[in-house]
Structure formats: structure tokens, C-alpha cells
């Protein structure tokens, strides 16, 4: 009986102890709560490496990606591939939207709603006639293929 006092710490302990590993199991389920991602709502610039914008312009697609990677021979300019002058924003949508390939009759280049008929798209893709662009260098990444596709996809605005 006497040493009952001395024995009352140790369910007490326990009772603390199971207490203390409740409260951490809560914390660290908040914690992997908070860690996900948040889900993407429209507009997400590209720069930081999320997915590609729910909407996707041809101001993007310009500056993004035909204007670094395909002017190297797309300008018009004699020497270069002259089918297919890209060299501005306003004369790479004139020659593209609805207008017929110069080299693989009957593709047209964009088909506006329809990236898989686009001959624009498949050329970076999977060309049916003559080589992928750009031509001579790496195949372009993934975020740029999808910013092309769902621009056309999207009805190829001229925005
Ligand atoms: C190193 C030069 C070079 C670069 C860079 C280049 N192209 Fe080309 N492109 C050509 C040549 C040459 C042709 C014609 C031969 C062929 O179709 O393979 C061509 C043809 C095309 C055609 C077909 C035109 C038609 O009327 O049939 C499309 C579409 C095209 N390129 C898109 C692009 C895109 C998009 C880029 C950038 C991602 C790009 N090219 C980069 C040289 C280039």
C-alpha cells in the first residue's frame, strides 16, 4: 500500500505519452495536407514549370516557342526554308490558319479545333512528309508541343 503513490506516475506517463502521440499524428496529417499541390484554376505562367495554361493564346505560342526555335529558318528570307514565313507574329498566323502546306499537298497547317490534322503540329510531332521540326536540332519538350496543341485544339484564336 505504501508504494502505491510511487506506482500512480506510471499509467500516468502512459496517458500523456498516447496524448502527445494523438496531438503529432494530427500535425503531421495537417502537414501532408498542406504539402499537396493546389489544384491549377486557370492562367499558371509557364515559367514556374506547372501545367500548361487552361487557355492557351497565340501570342504565347509565338513567343514561346515558334519565335525561339523555328526563325532560324522560317523568315522568308532566301537561303532559308521560303515556304513558310514565320517571321512576325501577324505573318506566322496568316500563313498558317487555313492555309494549305506548300510541300505536303493535301495537309493544311492549322486546322483550327484539330491539333492531330494540323500539319503544323505534326510536324514537330510526327511529320508526314519531310523532316521534324525544328529541323537538324532536338525535338521540342513536351510543354511546348502541348502549348501548340491546345492552342489549336482551342479553336487557334488570333490573340
Ligand atoms: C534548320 C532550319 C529549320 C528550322 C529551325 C525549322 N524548320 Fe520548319 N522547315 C525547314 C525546311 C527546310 C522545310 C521544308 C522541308 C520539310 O518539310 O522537311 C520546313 C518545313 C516546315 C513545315 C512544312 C511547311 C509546308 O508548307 O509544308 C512546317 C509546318 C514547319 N517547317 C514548321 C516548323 C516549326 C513549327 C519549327 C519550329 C519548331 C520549324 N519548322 C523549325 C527548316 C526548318
Not at 128 to 156: H, R, T, V, Y
Request: glycine letters at 8%; a negative charge.
Amino acid at each position: 500500500m505504501i508504494d502505491d503513490g510511487r506506482m500512480a506516475p506510471g499509467p500516468l506517463a502512459t496517458a500523456t505519452g498516447l496524448a502527445l502521440t494523438v496531438v503529432l499524428a494530427i500535425l503531421s496529417a495537417c502537414g501532408s495536407q498542406a504539402s499537396e499541390p493546389l489544384p491549377v484554376n486557370g492562367r499558371t505562367p509557364a515559367a514556374d514549370g506547372a501545367a500548361p495554361p487552361a487557355r492557351v493564346t497565340f501570342t504565347e505560342v509565338y513567343d514561346q516557342v515558334l519565335n525561339s526555335s523555328c526563325l532560324g529558318c522560317h523568315t522568308g528570307i532566301i537561303g532559308q526554308f521560303t515556304g513558310l514565313d514565320m517571321s512576325t507574329k501577324a505573318t506566322a498566323y496568316a500563313n498558317t490558319v487555313n492555309k494549305s502546306s506548300s510541300r505536303c499537298a493535301p495537309e493544311t497547317l492549322v486546322v483550327p479545333g484539330h491539333a492531330e490534322s494540323s500539319l503544323l503540329y505534326l510536324k514537330v510531332t510526327s511529320p508526314p512528309c519531310g523532316s521534324l521540326m525544328p529541323q537538324n536540332a532536338p525535338a521540342l519538350p513536351q510543354l511546348s508541343l502541348d502549348l501548340i496543341k491546345s492552342w489549336i485544339d482551342e479553336g487557334a484564336p488570333n490573340d
